[in-house]
């Protein structure tokens, strides 16, 4: 089974700084994309910013400038720098991946339980 886990959220002053990260485990053959998205309360899920295997990047217009999307293929890990932080940006946060579980079978998405971000003075 694969398991996502993600720690690093915590409560930070506007204009502040975090880094989240999430670290996948099990038995797995490969990981193609992984992400970040986040929910605020009575809200829907939002893309954050994802990263493929071979390092592209794609970044909400929301975050772009202002948090970096970064990962560890050796490791498999992802990992979310954000700076500048807004009350905007307060939410559970959540890792996402696509995970090769067997040699040539399709990816399957997996999520992590998720960490709360809470940018307040």
């Known amino acids: 089974q694969v398991q996502l886990v993600e720690s690093g959220g915590g409560l930070v002053q506007p204009g502040g700084s975090l880094r989240l990260s999430c670290a996948a485990s099990g038995s797995f053959f490969s990981i193609n994309a992984m992400g970040w998205y986040r929910q605020a309360a009575g809200k829907q899920r939002e893309l954050v910013a994802t990263i493929t295997s071979g390092g592209s990047t794609n970044y909400a217009d929301s975050v772009k400038g202002r948090f970096t999307i970064s990962r560890d293929n050796a490791k498999n890990t992802v990992s979310l720098q954000m700076n500048s932080l807004k009350p905007e940006d307060t939410a559970v946060y959540l890792c996402?991946?696509?995970?090769?579980?067997?040699?040539?079978?399709?990816?399957?998405?997996?999520w992590g339980q998720g960490t709360q971000v809470t940018v307040s003075s």
């Open positions: 996402n991946a696509d995970v090769v579980v067997f040699r040539y079978w399709f990816p399957s998405e997996y």
